[in-house]
T-cell receptor, first 117, second 112 residues
Framework: GAVVSQHPSWVICKSGTSVKIECRSLDFQATTMFWYRQFPKQSLMLMATSNEGSKATYEQGVEKDKFLINHASLTLSTLTVTSAHPEDSSFYIC?????????????FGEGSWLTVV | DAKTTQPPSMDCAEGRAANLPCNHSTISGNEYVYWYRQIHSQGPQYIIHGLKNNETNEMASLIITEDRKSSTLILPHATLRDTAVYYCIVIWPVSNTGKLIFGQGTTLQVKP
């Protein structure tokens, strides 16, 4: 089946620095990708919709200047957490829809653990 | 997209069938039922989806009631590796761009 890959799987960064997470669709093109955040023992929370060639759409309460999203190609979206703080430590997950799959199935990446120290 | 209701947790003995229910009483005619699961510290994994007919694949079976207001995901022979949070989500895939809103899901604990 279709595969969505994230990199890095885990990252530790110092408070105040920025960190970039990549999301790639490996065998299909995705004009739209999605970024989620998940805190321990909680469900996934949608952060934003990444649109190829245009600005991302952010969910209410998500700071667009803090979580920069770039969707430069049909197979790559990046999430940059700027000026990271310990409260940004979380599990970040991306997803993309394979339009050519049965039922337009949505696939998720493996997730990226971010720890800000 | 229609709202879904799932029990917060369930237990199942290893080797037995796990039956996970989902209520979606406001489902519309074009909406599909999708099931995903999330094993600890991993991204969600697609399991199965259906519209109105029962579906089966290598992972599970999906039974949808005739009125489509509820469904049951069946893992025929649960293993310890099936311990996960299972999410039932209803969407209309044609119009949906891929945006999924997750509820709390059902935490399935498979016990030896």
């Amino acid at each position: 089946g279709a595969v969505v890959s994230q990199h890095p799987s885990w990252v530790i960064c110092k408070s105040g620095t920025s960190v970039k997470i990549e999301c790639r669709s490996l065998d299909f093109q995705a004009t739209t990708m999605f970024w989620y955040r998940q805190f321990p023992k909680q469900s996934l929370m949608l952060m934003a919709t990444s649109n190829e060639g245009s600005k991302a759409t952010y969910e209410q309460g998500v700071e667009k200047d803090k979580f920069l999203i770039n969707h430069a190609s049909l197979t790559l979206s990046t999430l940059t957490v700027t000026s990271a703080h310990p409260e940004d430590s979380s599990f970040y997950i991306c997803s993309a829809r394979d339009r050519h799959s049965s039922g337009n199935t949505i696939y998720f990446g493996e997730g990226s653990w971010l720890t800000v120290v | 997209d229609a709202k879904t209701t799932q029990p917060p947790s369930m237990d199942c003995a290893e080797g037995r069938a796990a039956n996970l229910p989902c209520n979606h009483s406001t489902i519309s005619g074009n909406e599909y039922v999708y099931w995903y699961r999330q094993i600890h510290s991993q991204g969600p994994q697609y399991i199965i989806h259906g519209l109105k007919n029962n579906e089966t694949n290598e992972m599970a079976s999906l039974i949808i009631t005739e009125d489509r207001k509820s469904s049951t995901l069946i893992l025929p022979h649960a293993t310890l590796r099936d311990t996960a949070v299972y999410y039932c989500i209803v969407i209309w895939p044609v119009s949906n761009t891929g945006k999924l809103i997750f509820g709390q899901g059902t935490t399935l604990q498979v016990k030896p």
